[in-house]
C-alpha cells in the first residue's frame, strides 16, 4: 500500500521512532495510523499532501498513489495506474505499481516539471 510507504518516508524524514509522533502531527488519534498502515481507513487527501511535502515528494505524486490504494473496481484502479505511468514517462518518477504496493524511488522534482506533467494529464 502506498499510504504505508507514505507514512515510512514521513517517519524517517523527521526521525521519528514511534507512530504516535505522526498521529500528533497528522491530528489524529495515534491508532489512526495503525488503521492506514493496516488498509483499514485511508488518508484524506490533506493528509497525504501534508506528509508528501514534508517529504519532498510532489503532493500530485501522492495524491495518485492513495487513490489506487482507495480504488475499489479494477477499472478504476487501472485508469490510476495509467496516470502513474504517465508520470514515469515523463521522467517524474519511476512507479513500480502491483495490486497492493508502490515501490518509489523519488528524487527531488523541480515544481515547473510536476505543472507542466498535470497540464498534460489533463
Not at 45 to 50: C, K, L, T, V
Amino acid at each position: 500500500m502506498y499510504q504505508n510507504l507514505l507514512i515510512e518516508a514521513y517517519k524517517t524524514a523527521q526521525n521519528y521512532q514511534q507512530d504516535k509522533q505522526i498521529a500528533q502531527d497528522l491530528e489524529v488519534p495515534a491508532t489512526r495510523i495503525c488503521e492506514f498502515r493496516k488498509g483499514k481507513r485511508y488518508m484524506s487527501d490533506e493528509q497525504a499532501i501534508f506528509l508528501a511535502e514534508k517529504t519532498k515528494i510532489a503532493p500530485e505524486l501522492a495524491l495518485i498513489g492513495c487513490h489506487v490504494d482507495r480504488s475499489k473496481s479494477v477499472i478504476s484502479k487501472e485508469v490510476w495506474e495509467r496516470m502513474a505511468k504517465k508520470f514515469s514517462k515523463y521522467g517524474l518518477q519511476r512507479f513500480s505499481m502491483g495490486y497492493g504496493a508502490i515501490v518509489m524511488g523519488y528524487g527531488v522534482i523541480q515544481h515547473s516539471i510536476n505543472e507542466c506533467a498535470l497540464c498534460m494529464l489533463c
